[in-house]
């Protein structure tokens, strides 16, 4: 059985010395990893919010569009709340994508098709939809031809301030953190935008 020889001519040598500096090795590494790994995830979460206010956006201004090709019925796309996956709204009986429609017969199919956007049913992952925003709402108002179309959906972290909106913010607990006190609406996110639509 051998020894390590620790001593050489000019007196004690480091013994160990490599295995400490392996360790610094380690731990200067460890930190690093644990570094990048956090910027990761906040990079992931900084783009999942930034997606969801895109697809947010291009919903307002199709919703937007819809209501300016069908001014007439502003009163019938106002009176819905989109966005209840518990509550959606019944699959119209005239399909106004392939047959002529009447004005209230085409608001009723915007909303329908609107809010299936919403909720994301045009992507599927297994059997989730994934293209729309998470626990939406969605509020549709007027006022003397000025109308306002407001989504809420829920972010991924507390935010600084809540939104001013009160769009989905009646429903108690359903975007707070639960790590804040009840009603304190931190994990709302929220757009608004309005137009004028003219009536004739």
Request: overall charge negative; aromatic content about 8%.
């Amino acid at each position: 059985m051998g020894f390590t020889n620790c001593h050489n001519g000019s007196g004690p040598a480091q013994c160990g010395g490599g295995l400490i500096e392996v360790l610094v090795a380690v731990l200067i590494f460890s930190t690093g990893m644990m570094g990048l790994a956090s910027a990761q995830l906040v990079g992931k979460k900084a783009g999942y919010e930034a997606a969801q206010r895109s697809i947010a956006t291009t919903l307002l201004v199709d919703m937007l569009e819809r209501i300016h090709a069908n001014p007439g019925e502003l009163a019938t796309y106002a009176a819905y709340v989109p966005g209840e996956q518990e509550a959606r709204l019944p699959v119209p009986g005239t399909n106004c994508a392939g047959e002529n429609c009447l004005p209230g017969e085409l608001a009723a199919y915007d909303l329908w098709q609107w809010e299936s956007l919403l909720l994301g049913s045009a992507e599927r992952e297994g059997t989730h939809y994934v293209g729309g925003l998470a626990f939406p709402r969605a509020c549709i108002s007027y006022d003397q031809g000025s109308v306002s179309v407001a989504l809420s959906w829920r972010g991924v972290s507390p935010a600084d301030d809540p939104p001013a909106s009160p769009c989905g913010g009646e429903t108690a607990g359903f975007y707070d953190d639960p790590g804040g006190p009840p009603g304190n609406n931190l994990l709302r996110r929220s757009n608004v935008m309005s137009s004028y639509v003219g009536v004739n």
